[in-house]
Protein backbone atom coordinates (compact mmCIF):
# COMPACT_ATOMS: atom_id res chain seq x y z
CA UNK A 1 0.00 0.00 0.00
CA UNK A 2 1.13 3.44 -0.62
CA UNK A 3 2.10 5.64 1.75
CA UNK A 4 -0.44 8.87 1.65
CA UNK A 5 2.42 11.07 1.22
CA UNK A 6 3.17 9.66 -1.95
CA UNK A 7 -0.14 10.53 -2.77
CA UNK A 8 -0.60 13.45 -5.22
CA UNK A 9 -3.98 15.48 -5.07
CA UNK A 10 -3.37 16.30 -8.81
CA UNK A 11 -3.75 12.89 -9.70
CA UNK A 12 -7.33 12.73 -8.38
CA UNK A 13 -8.10 16.31 -10.06
CA UNK A 14 -7.53 14.99 -12.77
CA UNK A 15 -10.66 12.55 -12.68
CA UNK A 16 -13.13 15.92 -12.05
CA UNK A 17 -13.87 16.18 -15.80
CA UNK A 18 -14.94 12.73 -16.33
CA UNK A 19 -16.72 12.97 -12.84
CA UNK A 20 -18.86 16.35 -13.78
CA UNK A 21 -19.53 14.25 -17.10
CA UNK A 22 -21.12 11.95 -15.71
CA UNK A 23 -22.73 14.36 -13.61
CA UNK A 24 -24.40 16.23 -16.09
CA UNK A 25 -25.76 13.16 -17.80
CA UNK A 26 -27.53 11.95 -14.84
CA UNK A 27 -31.14 12.89 -14.54
CA UNK A 28 -31.64 15.91 -12.72
CA UNK A 29 -33.78 14.22 -9.72
CA UNK A 30 -32.59 14.31 -5.89
CA UNK A 31 -33.58 11.40 -3.66
CA UNK A 32 -36.66 12.18 -1.41
CA UNK A 33 -35.27 11.67 2.49
CA UNK A 34 -38.32 12.02 5.00
CA UNK A 35 -36.52 10.91 7.77
CA UNK A 36 -36.44 12.64 11.43
CA UNK A 37 -32.85 12.15 11.37
CA UNK A 38 -31.70 13.69 8.10
CA UNK A 39 -34.73 16.83 8.69
CA UNK A 40 -32.91 17.38 11.90
CA UNK A 41 -29.45 17.86 11.10
CA UNK A 42 -30.39 19.89 8.26
CA UNK A 43 -32.23 22.60 10.91
CA UNK A 44 -29.35 22.23 12.68
CA UNK A 45 -26.35 22.55 10.74
CA UNK A 46 -27.59 24.23 7.40
CA UNK A 47 -24.68 25.14 5.04
CA UNK A 48 -25.81 28.59 5.00
CA UNK A 49 -28.42 31.01 7.24
CA UNK A 50 -29.66 34.04 5.05
CA UNK A 51 -30.83 36.67 7.42
CA UNK A 52 -32.01 40.69 7.52
CA UNK A 53 -30.96 43.27 10.37
CA UNK A 54 -34.35 43.91 11.99
CA UNK A 55 -32.71 46.25 14.95
CA UNK A 56 -29.12 47.95 15.62
CA UNK A 57 -28.54 49.44 19.06
CA UNK A 58 -25.61 51.43 20.13
CA UNK A 59 -24.44 50.24 23.19
CA UNK A 60 -21.33 53.35 22.97
CA UNK A 61 -17.90 52.87 23.27
CA UNK A 62 -17.87 52.01 19.72
CA UNK A 63 -19.76 48.62 19.95
CA UNK A 64 -23.26 47.55 18.70
CA UNK A 65 -26.01 45.12 18.75
CA UNK A 66 -27.28 43.72 15.66
CA UNK A 67 -30.92 41.87 16.02
CA UNK A 68 -31.06 39.52 12.78
CA UNK A 69 -34.06 37.47 11.88
CA UNK A 70 -34.66 34.64 8.76
CA UNK A 71 -34.91 36.12 5.00
CA UNK A 72 -37.54 34.29 4.06
CA UNK A 73 -37.09 35.70 0.99
CA UNK A 74 -34.01 34.25 0.18
CA UNK A 75 -35.39 30.77 1.68
CA UNK A 76 -34.15 30.82 5.32
CA UNK A 77 -37.47 29.89 6.81
CA UNK A 78 -36.18 29.25 10.59
CA UNK A 79 -32.95 29.27 12.49
CA UNK A 80 -30.75 26.76 13.50
CA UNK A 81 -31.29 26.59 17.23
CA UNK A 82 -27.44 27.01 19.49
CA UNK A 83 -26.00 26.17 22.76
CA UNK A 84 -24.87 29.05 24.78
CA UNK A 85 -21.74 29.76 23.92
CA UNK A 86 -21.82 29.26 20.24
CA UNK A 87 -20.91 31.91 17.09
CA UNK A 88 -21.78 32.23 13.88
CA UNK A 89 -19.27 33.45 10.71
CA UNK A 90 -20.76 36.27 8.72
CA UNK A 91 -19.44 36.00 5.22
CA UNK A 92 -19.36 39.40 3.40
CA UNK A 93 -17.73 40.50 0.30
CA UNK A 94 -15.61 43.62 0.51
CA UNK A 95 -14.07 45.20 -2.71
CA UNK A 96 -14.23 41.79 -4.27
CA UNK A 97 -12.68 40.57 -1.49
CA UNK A 98 -14.27 37.06 0.23
CA UNK A 99 -14.00 37.60 4.40
CA UNK A 100 -15.17 35.87 6.80
CA UNK A 101 -15.11 36.78 11.18
CA UNK A 102 -16.84 34.82 13.51
CA UNK A 103 -18.57 36.60 16.28
CA UNK A 104 -20.38 35.13 19.70
CA UNK A 105 -23.86 35.27 19.83
CA UNK A 106 -25.37 37.65 22.56
CA UNK A 107 -28.64 36.68 22.56
CA UNK A 108 -30.01 33.47 24.65
CA UNK A 109 -30.54 30.47 22.88
CA UNK A 110 -34.14 30.41 23.35
CA UNK A 111 -34.14 33.47 20.81
CA UNK A 112 -33.21 31.46 18.45
CA UNK A 113 -36.74 29.60 18.35
CA UNK A 114 -38.55 32.52 18.13
CA UNK A 115 -36.76 33.89 15.36
CA UNK A 116 -33.60 35.92 16.62
CA UNK A 117 -29.78 36.08 17.23
CA UNK A 118 -27.93 38.81 18.31
CA UNK A 119 -24.70 39.89 17.30
CA UNK A 120 -22.77 42.50 19.73
CA UNK A 121 -19.85 43.78 17.46
CA UNK A 122 -16.97 45.79 19.02
CA UNK A 123 -15.19 47.86 16.16
CA UNK A 124 -11.54 47.29 15.93
CA UNK A 125 -9.35 49.59 15.51
CA UNK A 126 -8.12 48.97 11.90
CA UNK A 127 -10.79 45.59 11.88
CA UNK A 128 -11.86 45.06 8.28
CA UNK A 129 -14.99 43.21 9.20
CA UNK A 130 -16.21 45.04 11.75
CA UNK A 131 -15.92 48.20 10.25
CA UNK A 132 -17.69 47.62 6.71
CA UNK A 133 -20.17 45.76 9.68
CA UNK A 134 -20.81 49.44 11.06
CA UNK A 135 -20.39 51.16 7.85
CA UNK A 136 -22.96 49.55 6.26
CA UNK A 137 -25.22 47.14 8.46
CA UNK A 138 -28.56 49.32 8.82
CA UNK A 139 -32.32 47.73 9.22
CA UNK A 140 -33.17 45.98 6.29
CA UNK A 141 -29.83 44.79 5.32
CA UNK A 142 -28.92 41.32 4.05
CA UNK A 143 -27.02 38.80 5.78
CA UNK A 144 -24.94 35.39 5.20
CA UNK A 145 -24.28 33.34 8.46
CA UNK A 146 -22.95 29.89 8.65
CA UNK A 147 -24.69 28.15 10.96
CA UNK A 148 -24.11 28.05 14.95
CA UNK A 149 -20.30 26.70 15.47
CA UNK A 150 -17.89 26.39 18.16
CA UNK A 151 -16.74 24.38 21.48
CA UNK A 152 -16.92 27.42 24.33
CA UNK A 153 -20.26 26.07 25.84
CA UNK A 154 -21.15 24.07 29.13
CA UNK A 155 -20.46 20.21 28.70
CA UNK A 156 -21.62 18.64 32.49
CA UNK A 157 -19.37 15.46 31.77
CA UNK A 158 -16.54 17.46 31.26
CA UNK A 159 -16.89 21.09 33.40
CA UNK A 160 -17.53 21.46 37.04
CA UNK A 161 -20.90 22.51 38.23
CA UNK A 162 -20.26 26.00 39.90
CA UNK A 163 -17.71 27.96 36.98
CA UNK A 164 -16.09 30.90 37.10
CA UNK A 165 -16.28 33.01 34.36
CA UNK A 166 -13.41 35.91 32.97
CA UNK A 167 -14.31 38.19 31.01
CA UNK A 168 -13.09 41.36 29.08
CA UNK A 169 -14.85 44.24 27.44
CA UNK A 170 -16.67 42.34 24.17
CA UNK A 171 -15.78 39.47 25.23
CA UNK A 172 -18.73 39.41 27.48
CA UNK A 173 -20.79 38.34 24.66
CA UNK A 174 -20.91 34.41 25.24
CA UNK A 175 -21.35 34.96 28.79
CA UNK A 176 -24.98 37.06 28.51
CA UNK A 177 -26.06 34.07 26.24
CA UNK A 178 -24.78 31.75 28.85
CA UNK A 179 -26.54 33.65 31.44
CA UNK A 180 -29.74 33.77 30.07
CA UNK A 181 -29.78 30.25 29.09
CA UNK A 182 -29.26 29.49 32.74
CA UNK A 183 -31.77 31.95 33.87
CA UNK A 184 -34.66 30.11 30.99
CA UNK A 185 -33.46 27.15 32.45
CA UNK A 186 -31.97 25.65 29.46
CA UNK A 187 -28.29 25.37 30.92
CA UNK A 188 -27.84 23.85 34.85
CA UNK A 189 -24.75 25.14 36.53
CA UNK A 190 -23.29 27.65 38.84
CA UNK A 191 -21.81 30.85 36.96
CA UNK A 192 -19.76 34.03 38.74
CA UNK A 193 -18.67 36.03 36.06
CA UNK A 194 -15.67 38.42 36.56
CA UNK A 195 -15.96 40.99 33.94
CA UNK A 196 -13.44 43.32 33.50
CA UNK A 197 -13.98 46.88 31.76
CA UNK A 198 -12.18 50.01 32.49
CA UNK A 199 -14.62 52.46 33.84
CA UNK A 200 -18.30 51.74 35.88
CA UNK A 201 -20.18 53.56 32.66
CA UNK A 202 -18.22 51.64 29.97
CA UNK A 203 -19.93 48.10 31.52
CA UNK A 204 -21.51 46.20 28.77
CA UNK A 205 -24.68 44.87 29.52
CA UNK A 206 -24.39 46.21 32.74
CA UNK A 207 -28.23 46.47 33.31
CA UNK A 208 -28.98 43.32 31.20
CA UNK A 209 -26.97 41.35 33.62
CA UNK A 210 -27.08 42.73 37.34
CA UNK A 211 -31.38 41.80 36.18
CA UNK A 212 -30.24 38.18 35.65
CA UNK A 213 -28.35 38.08 39.01
CA UNK A 214 -31.35 39.47 40.40
CA UNK A 215 -33.67 37.04 39.32
CA UNK A 216 -31.68 34.13 39.74
CA UNK A 217 -29.33 33.08 42.45
CA UNK A 218 -27.65 30.86 39.95
CA UNK A 219 -25.96 34.09 39.01
CA UNK A 220 -23.48 36.30 40.54
CA UNK A 221 -22.01 39.59 38.43
CA UNK A 222 -18.59 41.25 39.75
CA UNK A 223 -17.29 44.40 38.06
CA UNK A 224 -13.57 45.04 37.09
CA UNK A 225 -12.69 48.16 37.07
CA UNK A 226 -8.98 48.90 35.76
CA UNK A 227 -9.27 52.82 35.41
CA UNK A 228 -11.54 53.59 38.30
CA UNK A 229 -12.30 53.35 42.11
CA UNK A 230 -16.13 52.75 41.82
CA UNK A 231 -17.54 52.96 45.30
CA UNK A 232 -20.67 50.21 44.09
CA UNK A 233 -21.03 46.86 45.63
CA UNK A 234 -20.17 44.84 43.66
CA UNK A 235 -17.44 45.92 41.69
CA UNK A 236 -13.25 45.50 42.24
CA UNK A 237 -10.67 47.99 41.41
CA UNK A 238 -7.47 46.93 39.44
CA UNK A 239 -6.73 43.53 37.16
CA UNK A 240 -8.29 39.98 36.96
CA UNK A 241 -5.53 38.17 39.33
CA UNK A 242 -5.28 34.38 40.27
CA UNK A 243 -5.70 35.84 44.30
CA UNK A 244 -9.50 37.96 42.96
CA UNK A 245 -10.61 35.06 40.93
CA UNK A 246 -9.93 33.03 44.48
CA UNK A 247 -12.13 35.10 46.57
CA UNK A 248 -15.29 34.51 44.62
CA UNK A 249 -14.03 30.85 43.46
CA UNK A 250 -15.72 28.06 45.50
CA UNK A 251 -13.74 26.57 48.29
CA UNK A 252 -12.47 22.58 48.49
CA UNK A 253 -15.15 21.97 45.51
CA UNK A 254 -13.68 21.57 41.92
CA UNK A 255 -14.33 24.73 39.55
CA UNK A 256 -14.31 25.65 36.03
CA UNK A 257 -13.04 28.82 34.44
CA UNK A 258 -14.34 29.90 31.30
CA UNK A 259 -12.02 33.13 29.55
CA UNK A 260 -13.53 35.27 26.56
CA UNK A 261 -11.99 38.63 25.59
CA UNK A 262 -8.98 40.24 23.65
CA UNK A 263 -5.52 39.12 22.89
CA UNK A 264 -3.88 41.20 25.74
CA UNK A 265 -6.54 40.01 27.70
CA UNK A 266 -5.56 36.25 27.57
CA UNK A 267 -1.43 36.74 27.43
CA UNK A 268 -2.24 38.39 31.21
CA UNK A 269 -5.20 35.99 32.58
CA UNK A 270 -3.98 32.97 31.43
CA UNK A 271 -0.58 33.38 33.62
CA UNK A 272 -2.92 34.30 36.80
CA UNK A 273 -4.88 31.09 36.23
CA UNK A 274 -1.94 29.11 35.88
CA UNK A 275 -1.22 30.18 39.62
CA UNK A 276 -4.87 28.16 40.69
CA UNK A 277 -3.09 24.81 39.73
CA UNK A 278 -6.58 23.76 38.10
CA UNK A 279 -7.12 20.60 36.28
CA UNK A 280 -6.55 21.16 32.17
CA UNK A 281 -10.04 19.86 31.70
CA UNK A 282 -11.34 22.85 33.95
CA UNK A 283 -9.99 25.33 31.81
CA UNK A 284 -11.56 26.45 28.79
CA UNK A 285 -10.97 29.30 26.07
CA UNK A 286 -13.08 30.64 23.54
CA UNK A 287 -11.56 31.45 20.68
CA UNK A 288 -8.25 33.37 20.72
CA UNK A 289 -9.44 35.69 17.15
CA UNK A 290 -7.28 36.26 14.00
CA UNK A 291 -3.73 36.56 14.98
CA UNK A 292 -1.44 39.38 13.57
CA UNK A 293 2.09 40.21 13.45
CA UNK A 294 3.49 36.54 14.21
CA UNK A 295 7.31 38.43 14.39
CA UNK A 296 6.36 39.48 17.76
CA UNK A 297 6.35 35.53 19.32
CA UNK A 298 9.70 34.86 20.61
CA UNK A 299 10.23 31.82 18.67
CA UNK A 300 9.43 33.50 15.26
CA UNK A 301 12.82 32.76 13.23
CA UNK A 302 15.29 35.20 12.29
CA UNK A 303 16.10 36.07 8.42
CA UNK A 304 12.52 35.54 6.69
CA UNK A 305 11.73 37.65 3.53
CA UNK A 306 9.18 40.06 3.49
CA UNK A 307 7.51 38.59 0.49
CA UNK A 308 6.40 35.37 -0.37
CA UNK A 309 5.37 33.20 -3.25
CA UNK A 310 2.21 31.22 -2.63
CA UNK A 311 0.81 28.54 -5.37
CA UNK A 312 -2.26 27.48 -4.56
CA UNK A 313 -4.84 24.38 -5.60
CA UNK A 314 -8.34 24.77 -5.21
CA UNK A 315 -9.99 21.87 -7.00
CA UNK A 316 -8.64 21.77 -10.37
CA UNK A 317 -7.58 25.48 -10.75
CA UNK A 318 -3.93 26.49 -9.85
CA UNK A 319 -3.38 30.26 -8.95
CA UNK A 320 -0.05 31.61 -8.45
CA UNK A 321 -0.51 35.06 -5.84
CA UNK A 322 1.96 36.71 -3.88
CA UNK A 323 1.80 38.54 -0.23
CA UNK A 324 3.54 39.06 2.90
CA UNK A 325 4.76 36.76 5.50
CA UNK A 326 3.46 38.58 8.17
CA UNK A 327 -0.01 38.01 6.54
CA UNK A 328 -1.88 34.07 7.06
CA UNK A 329 -1.63 32.15 4.12
CA UNK A 330 -5.52 32.39 4.38
CA UNK A 331 -5.21 36.54 4.55
CA UNK A 332 -2.80 36.41 1.53
CA UNK A 333 -5.03 33.90 -0.87
CA UNK A 334 -8.47 36.35 0.20
CA UNK A 335 -6.22 39.18 -0.80
CA UNK A 336 -5.79 38.13 -3.92
CA UNK A 337 -10.09 37.36 -4.47
CA UNK A 338 -10.19 33.57 -3.97
CA UNK A 339 -12.79 32.23 -1.69
CA UNK A 340 -11.35 29.47 1.32
CA UNK A 341 -13.18 28.10 3.37
CA UNK A 342 -13.20 29.54 7.03
CA UNK A 343 -15.04 29.47 10.08
CA UNK A 344 -13.28 30.45 13.45
CA UNK A 345 -9.95 31.74 12.09
CA UNK A 346 -8.44 30.70 14.99
CA UNK A 347 -6.92 27.56 14.36
CA UNK A 348 -9.30 25.71 16.17
CA UNK A 349 -12.65 24.78 13.99
CA UNK A 350 -9.95 23.13 11.27
CA UNK A 351 -12.39 24.04 8.49
CA UNK A 352 -10.10 25.35 6.24
CA UNK A 353 -7.73 22.36 6.76
CA UNK A 354 -4.92 21.97 3.48
CA UNK A 355 -2.48 20.13 2.81
CA UNK A 356 1.09 21.98 2.48
CA UNK A 357 2.36 20.36 -0.75
CA UNK A 358 6.31 22.01 -0.08
CA UNK A 359 7.54 25.06 1.88
CA UNK A 360 7.51 25.56 5.55
CA UNK A 361 4.99 27.99 7.53
CA UNK A 362 5.17 29.15 11.07
CA UNK A 363 2.27 28.16 13.65
CA UNK A 364 2.67 30.26 17.26
CA UNK A 365 1.99 27.56 19.67
CA UNK A 366 -0.98 28.82 21.15
CA UNK A 367 -2.85 28.55 18.29
CA UNK A 368 -1.37 24.85 17.58
CA UNK A 369 -4.69 22.50 17.76
CA UNK A 370 -3.32 20.25 14.72
CA UNK A 371 -3.32 16.53 15.33
CA UNK A 372 -0.70 14.21 15.39
CA UNK A 373 -1.65 12.66 12.27
CA UNK A 374 -1.32 16.57 10.52
CA UNK A 375 2.07 16.87 11.42
CA UNK A 376 2.95 13.12 9.62
CA UNK A 377 1.12 14.13 6.42
CA UNK A 378 1.65 18.08 6.14
CA UNK A 379 -1.83 19.26 6.84
CA UNK A 380 -2.24 22.75 7.92
CA UNK A 381 -4.57 25.42 8.93
CA UNK A 382 -4.21 28.05 6.98
CA UNK A 383 -5.94 30.73 8.73
CA UNK A 384 -3.11 30.76 11.61
CA UNK A 385 -0.39 29.51 9.65
CA UNK A 386 2.16 32.12 8.12
CA UNK A 387 4.74 31.30 5.33
CA UNK A 388 8.41 31.50 5.87
CA UNK A 389 9.19 30.58 2.53
CA UNK A 390 7.31 30.09 -0.65
CA UNK A 391 5.07 27.90 -0.67
CA UNK A 392 2.52 25.24 -2.54
CA UNK A 393 -0.58 24.36 -1.07
CA UNK A 394 -4.13 22.42 -1.33
CA UNK A 395 -7.03 24.16 -0.32
CA UNK A 396 -10.66 22.86 0.05
CA UNK A 397 -13.35 24.96 -2.17
CA UNK A 398 -15.26 26.83 -0.23
CA UNK A 399 -18.70 25.67 0.92
Not at 64 to 80: E, H, I, N, R, Y
Not at 91 to 112: H, L, Q
Not at 350 to 369: A, D, N, Q, R, W
Request: aromatic share 10%; glycine share 6%; hydrophobic share 35%.
Amino acid sequence: MADLKSLSAKKFLSMLPDRQAKFKAAAPVLPKVADNATALAKALHPKRQYLKVAEVVDRGEDCKSFTLVPDTDKGTQSLAFFGAGKYLTVFETIEGMPVTRAYSISSSPKDSLEGKYVLTIKLVDGGLMSKYIFDTWTVGTQVTVSAPSGNFEYQPLRDAAKVVCVAGGSGITPFVSMANAIADGDEDFEMTLIYGSKTYDSILFREELEALAGKCDKIKVVHVLSDEDKAVEGTEKGFITADLIKKYAPENEPYSVFVCGSQQMYAFVDKEIEKLGLEKKYIRHEMFGEFHNPETQADYPAGIPEKVKITVTIQDKTYIIFGKSSDSVMQTIEKNGLAVPARCRSGECGFCHSHLISGKVYVPKHLEYRRLADYKFDCIHPCCSFPLTDIEINVPAAK
